[in-house]
Structure formats: structure tokens, C-alpha cells
């Protein structure tokens, strides 16, 4: 594609401005404000994105393991980094071990998937940074809501816990409920979205795919088998990140730190 068609296809799909303009206006005008963050957030979306495709362009004409690796820091140090500022109260012990679960979950998962399903050269950027990224991306918002959840049911019930802890009852079998159930709210975007996909919804991906010219049966395959390796990276990190990091709410007294 010549550098003026590329252009003309780029002010055509910029196009999709002139509808959220309009959709901001009327927020606006219900005196909903959230126009300027709708606009804030579609902008840094777009820069972010042009950003990347000129990287990763230059990174498919010359694909060398290195530069996949340096993409792939980058990409694991800025989710890892938003997981951990949005969970400040929790003890430095505790992030660590969420950020250990967190990355060492997302480069297993991605290496299988690469190697064993897909059967392709692990340093392949096509399937590298596209395929750990939505595992990573996943993964992050899994863990930004188990860890919010758990906090907020932490503070909420400090009574009941303070009670718990002068009974004698050991923090782990106190904690036990409160982790789980970070666990299972975590996991509710990840279930409702494979419930519902394919009928209600055809996923990024899949449509992806298709829209480039692949056939919907080669499309779905790769998409089935992303999706469950989502689910599985982001029930396996959390739950390692929760159950690992639960053993630093408490010291050698036994006490819940809160």
C-alpha cells in the first residue's frame, strides 16, 4: 500500500470521530460530564495505538528475538506497574507476589500456547506480542478487580476479622473466604464473555481475522483457543497472586494487618 492510500484509509477510519463528537454533545447536554474523559481516553487510545503499529511494523520487517523481548518488558512493566498502583494499602510483600504470579502466569501460558497449539517459532513477533499482550491485558483487569475486591471486604468486615483473631481462629482459615471470593469476582468478565461469545458477540479477534481475509473456521479455531487461554491465565495468576500473597497479611503473632 502506497503512502497516499495509506493515508486516505487513515482519515477514513478517523471518521469514527465525528460520531463521538456528536455522542459527546449530548452527554454535555444531559449534563453528563464526561465528555472531556471520553475524549482524553479516545485520544491517548489513538496515539498509543499509531505508536504501536509503527513499532511492531518495524519489528515484523525485522523480526529478531531481541527486539520481541524488549517489547514484551515494556509491555509487562506498564501492566504490571497499573496492577500495583491500584492496590497501594496492600503490603510491599504482598505486590511482589502478585507481580511474580502476574508475569510468571502470562510467559508460561503464551510460551505453551505458541509452542504447543499454535506450533510456531516461540520469537515469532506475529504470534509473541499479540497473543501475550491479550493474555497480559486480560490478566491486569483480572487482578485490579480480585485486589480491589479484596481490600474493600477486608476494611468492610475488620470487625468481624479483629473478633475472629482474639478468638484464636488462624488468619489463614480468616482469610480463606475473603480470598476466594476476590478470586470468583475476578473471574465474572472472563466467564460472561466466553458465555456469550459467538452468538451474542464476535470478539475482537475472531472479527479481526476475518475482516483481514481469513477463513471463519481457521478464525474461530485460533479464537477458542485464545479465549481459554485467557480464562486460564487469568484464573491461575490470580489465584497464585491471592493465595501466595495472603501469607504476608499476617506476622509470627498471628495478627491481620489491616
Known sequence: MDIQAHFYMTVQFLSIY?????????????KIYKSKEMFL???MMTVQ?????LVLTYIFQNPHPLFCLAYLIV????????????????????????????I?????????????????????PQYLIPITGMLIGNAMTGFNIALKTLYEQLKSNADQINCLVMLGVHPKKILHPFINSSLETALIPTINSMVSMGIIILPGMLT?????GALPNTAILYQVGITIAICITV????????????HTLYGKNLQIRL
Not at 85 to 99: D, M
Not at 235 to 246: C, D, F, R, T
Open 104 to 124: 510468571g502466569t502470562a510467559l508460561f501460558v503464551s510460551t505453551y500456547f505458541i509452542l504447543i497449539v499454535a506450533r510456531e517459532n516461540l520469537f515469532n
Open 18 to 30: 465525528i460520531l463521538l463528537f456528536c455522542v459527546m454533545l449530548i452527554l454535555r447536554a444531559g
Open 235 to 246: 484464573a491461575l495468576s490470580v489465584y497464585l497472586g491471592l493465595h501466595w500473597g495472603q
Open 41 to 43: 481516553a479516545s485520544l
Open 75 to 102: 509491555m509487562i512493566s506498564l501492566a504490571t506497574r497499573r496492577i500495583l498502583i491500584k492496590a497501594p494499602q496492600l503490603p510491599r510483600a504482598f505486590r511482589f507476589r502478585v507481580a511474580f504470579a502476574f
Open 208 to 212: 479481526g481475522q476475518i475482516l483481514a
Open 49 to 53: 495505538l499509531i505508536l504501536a503499529g
